[in-house]
């Protein structure tokens, strides 16, 4: 459990292509408990959003660097999200606690380098993340290496699953753990039947995001995303960062900026040879608010 808003409970709401994420800063109006977040993040009895984002307090070893934490609908907490750390950014731009130069976050175990690169009309921002250096190897990912086959062409190996189905798969860590299948079958049906497998595949220690994946043309790709203690997503950052590391990493597309096509729209993403990865689209602002002292006390008791 973790202390949350406090000072009224004020939330921040936006979205990065239709992924979107409250900033709450920590406080002692509540506790983070899985069925309080569970609660918050539902749309119908709370303020509704695909996770919450915790601005902790400031670290007198650490001056000027933002540290979070960051959870799922289900309550589970999680390394980074790409479209959260850009939704975290556009809470600090409107409230004028950043300008236009760079800025560190730390999340997740590491630190992350950011800048609001611009704004765009209707008032959305233009936010960039170095998300810094990805890896294929299993070990980092957090893969078990015995529950791989071997596969006979690009790939990190095969997973089999229900039926005896074996899918080549490419695992990638941006900080977190992908799980990304190049595939031309991105509907509906196909992640909906692969998705909920490979999430929770015991290859995955702690499970992975899953990314179905195609080239559309040189520097292009598309993905379908179903998101570990989420589901089925219509965009995310770290996917979109996960898929254009294995395309790189697997010859698929050249190193540079690759665009990344999902249900929610476009991100631009950047990989190095080195695979060293940045982050860069549009976030918009959708609300402002307090959480009520009746919701706060029916957080507390659990209700």
Not at 75 to 100: D, I, K, Y
Not at 269 to 297: H, I, N, S, Y
């Amino acid at each position: 459990m973790v202390d949350a808003p406090g000072a009224g409970a004020a939330w921040f709401r936006a979205h990065g292509l239709g992924n979107d994420y409250i900033v709450f800063r920590s406080g002692d109006a509540w506790t983070l408990t899985p069925r309080a977040v569970q609660r918050v993040c539902d749309r119908y009895r709370g303020v509704g959003s695909d996770g919450i984002v915790l601005e902790l307090p400031p670290d007198p070893l650490r001056p000027g660097v933002f540290g979070l934490r960051m959870f799922n609908p289900d309550g589970s907490e999680f390394e980074r999200s790409g479209n959260g750390l850009r939704v975290f950014g556009a809470s600090l731009a409107t409230a004028s606690r950043v300008g236009e130069d760079p800025f560190h976050i730390e999340v997740g175990g590491g630190r992350v380098r950011m800048q609001v690169m611009g704004r765009e009309p209707g008032g959305v921002l233009d936010i960039s993340v170095e998300m810094g250096r990805a890896s294929v190897e299993p070990a980092v990912v957090g893969m078990d290496p015995a529950r791989l086959e071997p596969t006979e062409g690009a790939g990190t190996g095969d997973l089999v699953l229900a039926g005896g189905e074996r899918v080549t798969i490419r695992g990638v860590s941006v900080g977190n753990p992908h799980c990304v299948v190049f595939t031309d079958d991105l509907s509906e049906e196909a992640l909906g039947r692969l998705g909920p497998q490979l999430t929770g595949h015991p290859a995955f220690i702690q499970g992975a995001n899953v990314q179905l994946a195609r080239v559309e043309g040189p520097g292009i790709l598309r993905i379908a995303i179903w998101e570990r203690g989420v589901g089925k997503t219509s965009a995310s950052g770290t996917s979109s960062c996960a898929v254009a590391v294995a395309a790189v990493h697997e010859g698929r597309v050249e190193p540079g900026e690759v665009e990344v096509r999902m249900e929610g729209g476009v991100l631009r993403v950047t990989v190095t040879p080195q695979l060293d990865v940045g982050l860069r689209g549009p976030v918009e602002e959708v609300a402002r608010g307090f959480l009520t002292p009746g919701f706060l006390e029916a957080l507390q008791q659990g209700e």
